[in-house]
């Protein structure tokens, strides 16, 4: 990468890979439970988006939309020639991205990913960001979450954030031709959620709701989040 060195892990199997996308101030290492979940055979890729985990912190600006490109060139350099990617939060934004831009996505798994980040914060009840997290393991969030934005010089990261306050994949959710599930903790859900998430009338797009869960599925439940994605028949 012309910025920096990107980490990823891969299992190595045979069949198409999983690509898996962490969400703001997580890393590849967050996905843990989940892929322990998966089925053995089942190929999988996890990496660090930049200045994340152990990934280079980028020293020149960069955008939302220089993730997804990241994405691609990893996926050039593996010779992968369909995509299916499960993304968390930020990491679902940018799965949508990529799949605006190149005919290589294959189906999206979006766990809470916004199609805007103005729905992130009014779609549900006050009080299930973290769900039913321990203390501990809200804590261990908000530490690395912390330590993450520490890492990169304030007008960068001010620069990628305007970046992802602008984002919005309505247009491309409307036209989207592949399969695309929208997973989401049921906690706090309201009568008018579903209108304010903002996720447009498409034949191709299905709803996933875990009960009892709030954003932080990966961590919060694993177990379910593996048994979705192994139970979607995603190509």
């Not at 203390?135 to 890492?151: D, L, V």
């Not at 990169?152 to 491309?172: L, M």
């Not at 009568?191 to 304010?196: E, N, P, R, S």
Request: hydrophobic letters at 40%.
């Amino acid at each position: 990468m012309s910025w920096g060195e990107m980490a990823y892990g891969d299992s190595g199997n045979l069949p198409p890979p999983l690509i898996f996308l962490h969400g703001t101030g997580c890393d590849a290492l967050d996905w843990m439970p989940v892929t322990d979940g998966l089925p053995h055979n089942q190929r999988f890729i996890a990496l660090d988006f930049r200045g994340h985990g152990q990934s280079t912190v980028p020293t020149q600006p960069f955008t939302l939309t220089d993730l997804a490109e990241d994405v691609l060139h990893l996926a050039d350099h593996l010779n992968l020639q369909a995509l299916v990617i499960v993304g968390h939060s930020l990491g679902g934004m940018v799965a949508m991205e990529i799949a605006r831009r190149s005919p290589r996505v294959v189906g999206l798994v979006l766990l809470e990913g916004w199609t805007s980040l103005s729905s992130a914060g009014s779609s549900f009840d006050a009080g299930r960001f973290y769900g039913a997290l321990s203390e501990t393991g809200i804590a261990e969030i908000q530490q690395k979450s912390k330590a993450t934005r520490s890492r990169f010089q304030s007008e960068i990261w001010n620069h990628f954030w305007e970046s992802v306050t602008a984002f919005d994949a309505y247009t491309y959710l409307h036209h989207a031709g592949i399969p695309i599930w929208e997973v989401f903790g049921g906690m706090g859900r309201n009568a008018l959620t579903k209108k304010k998430l903002r996720i447009p009338p498409n034949p191709n797009i299905r709803w996933v709701w875990i009960p009892h869960a709030g954003h932080y599925l990966p961590h919060e439940c694993p177990d379910e989040v593996a048994e979705v994605i192994d139970t979607l028949g995603i190509p």
